[in-house]
């Protein structure tokens, strides 16, 4: 553009500025790397079998989140269907493992790019519709899927396109959903699965903060003004679509690999309320909240029922009110709520020792 | 150049453009009228929102009407609008460097073109601020920083001043008046407030009830008595 010439000290000033930035990215960067040490190296030695596939439920519940929030909250599309893709994704990861000998990735990707397709299609009538009117028809697919599941159920090695057998149906004899040769043991496919969680969580980072993240950031905030601005806003909803129904379909045949034999009564359209409670708790405008997310919806059965004796049910109630919570006072969720009130109590403790070492 | 031919725009029965023919020759040109005139409809017009019942747009030669909406922007046409649309949750930089990469401008220079907006515009705000945390002012130059951005051809303001104090309206018209000079666009503008539109405009056209009521030179414009009338109502009507 032609605008008038800048004065040398200002821009130095704008562009210190934006090295603001890279500071803030390196922060997020170096605590990520981080986390990723403490999960990859750390946990597998302290933690027992059962807190291993836990925490590798929680790594592929996280991305199923984090794909809700790239939808509402960037885009702001509420899609009650993602539970449902997750399913998908484990269908079609299961078939295509015990139907042919691709190597995993292979397998994962495929999962991935046909869940993708689908999410597509389930994706057109946003284009149409938005607010509950896309909840409730996203919300509709999510239990087509849960009855089309449980006529057809998981593929268990069988022939033709459902590749289910009826002789080897929920016995013993039914080999498991094969995971990578050098992936095999829990803690192995643990690791795994992180780091493929990671790759996934990285991919969504990208786009965010990209040219599709700036993009959707308009769309959310007035359709007319991005419209304005040169968004096609058909290629950008359909392409959030792509992108959560994509990582969604990985964690599904990731899921698959891990319980071996999928079942059907593991998939229930209620499921999809719950991660939607789960991603607004944690925070649909963070990455981070997705992780938080997928913490609530398998860490908190697990301490629940296995660990505490609890009913499981009663954290239907936990969610409920911290839904309430986070609607009426903490819209950025608890990724966002946790460090202010953190810093709010550290405050309030440094004032009241001050005020107690004060001489009367 | 603008060049607009029998443009009438219809909703369900209520005729908010009625057959106007103007032209908008360069530089800034004023568009004004009571509230409900049909100003903003025709931003809407122009920007692809609404369809028009008939009527042609030639802006530099080209038909604008066959254009689809989203593309308007690569084109080179940008507009703001009456309630402020900067992107809460983007900072500065993003919010404009948005615009900029749909443009068509070249990557490798949206940094440098970005700030250089941000500057032209005499946002003093660091850029990696939130918009959600800037103030009216700082809001409004946002906007209009991103109206700038990546060379536009037609830059439409639509109310760019309402709510502003007097102190930063007059920032506001330096910075509409040097866009035209600096950047090269067309400026549209839409205000009540006169004495801006006195400042800024060359030529004003003056639209009242969907239909074309005066266009010319701005002084002569404001002097018309169907102009006066228009905005201050007659006798009878009183």
């Keep these: ?111 991935g790019a046909i869940t993708c397709a689908i999410g597509v299609v389930v994706g057109l009538p946003a284009l149409r519709l938005s607010g509950l009117y896309l909840a409730l028809i996203t919300l509709m697919f999510a239990g087509a899927t849960t009855v089309v599941l449980s006529v057809t159920d998981f593929p268990n090695g069988g022939g033709g396109f459902k590749g289910r057998s009826v002789t080897g149906a929920l016995t013993t004899e039914t080999p498991p959903v094969r995971r990578p040769s050098w992936a095999t043991g829990d803690v192995a496919y643990y690791r795994y699965t992180i780091v493929v969680c990671a790759i996934l969580f990285l991919l969504a980072l990208v786009h965010v903060l990209g040219k599709p993240g700036r993009a959707w950031a308009s ?57 939607a409670a789960t991603a607004l708790i944690g925070g649909i405008f963070s990455i981070w909240g997705a992780i938080i997310a997928g913490v609530f919806n398998q860490l908190l059965p697990f301490l629940f029922q296995a660990q505490w004796g609890v009913n499981p049910n009663f954290l239907l109630v936990i969610f409920g009110a911290g839904l309430l919570q986070v609607l009426l006072t903490a819209p950025g969720g608890l990724v966002d709520q946790f460090p202010k009130d953190v810093a709010n109590l550290a405050r309030l403790l440094f004032r009241s020792a001050r005020r107690l070492g004060r001489p009367s | 150049m603008i060049e607009v031919q029998g443009l009438t725009v219809r909703f369900a029965g209520i005729t908010p453009i009625d057959d106007v023919s103007v032209v908008f020759p360069g530089g800034t040109c004023g568009l004004i009228g009571p ?61 404009v460097a948005m615009i ?18 941000l500057e032209f515009v005499g946002l003093n705000a660091p850029p990696h601020a939130k918009v959600g945390t800037l103030g009216a002012r700082e809001r409004r130059l946002v906007e209009v920083a991103r109206a700038v951005v990546g060379r536009p051809r037609v830059v439409l303001l639509d109310e760019p001043a309402a709510g502003l104090p007097d102190e930063e309206t007059s920032h506001l018209s330096k910075v509409i008046q ?54 201050l109502g007659t006798e009878e009507t009183l």
């Design chain 2, 100 to 117: 900029h990469e749909h443009s068509g401008a070249k990557r490798s220079t949206r940094r440098e073109d970005v700030l250089g907006a």
């Design chain 2, 178 to 231: 040097r866009i035209p000079e600096s950047i090269g666009a067309l400026v549209i503008l839409v205000d009540h407030d006169m004495s801006l539109v006195q400042e800024c405009c060359q030529t004003t056209a003056v639209v009242d009830f969907g239909k074309l009521v005066a266009s010319g030179p701005t002084a002569e414009v404001l002097r018309n008595e169907h102009v006066i009338r228009a905005y």
């Design chain 2, 35 to 95: 509230n409900g005139a049909g100003k903003t409809t025709f931003f809407n017009v122009l920007s692809g929102f609404v369809k028009p019942a008939a009527g042609t747009i030639t802006a530099f030669g080209e038909n604008l009407l066959k254009m689809a909406d989203f593309r308007r922007a690569r084109w080179g046409l940008r507009r703001t609008f009456q309630t402020e649309m900067a992107i809460e949750k983007l900072s500065i930089f993003d919010n």
């Design chain 1, 219 to 275: 769309i959310r905030e007035s359709e007319p003004a991005a419209l304005a601005g040169g968004v096609n806003i058909t290629l950008y909803k359909l392409w959030a679509f792509a992108l959560a129904s994509f990582i969604t379909g990985v964690a599904g045949c990731l899921l698959a690999a891990q319980v071996g034999v999928p079942r059907a009564i593991t998939f229930q359209t209620q499921d999809s309320l719950t991660l």
């Design chain 1, 1 to 111: 553009m032609n605008a008038a010439p800048a004065s040398t000290s200002s821009s130095l000033a704008a562009t210190g500025a934006l090295r603001h930035f890279d500071r803030r990215t390196g922060v997020h960067a170096a605590v990520a790397v981080g986390l990723l040490a403490v999960v990859l190296f750390l946990l597998p030695h302290i933690a027992g079998a059962d807190w291993i596939t836990t925490f590798t439920s929680v790594a592929i519940y996280s991305v199923v989140a984090l794909g809700f929030g790239i939808l509402y909250g960037r885009v702001g599309l509420i899609s009650l269907g993602q539970v449902a893709l997750l399913t998908i994704g484990c269908w079609v990861g299961t078939r295509i493992a015990y139907a042919t000998s691709l190597p995993f990735p292979l397998v994962l990707l495929l999962a």
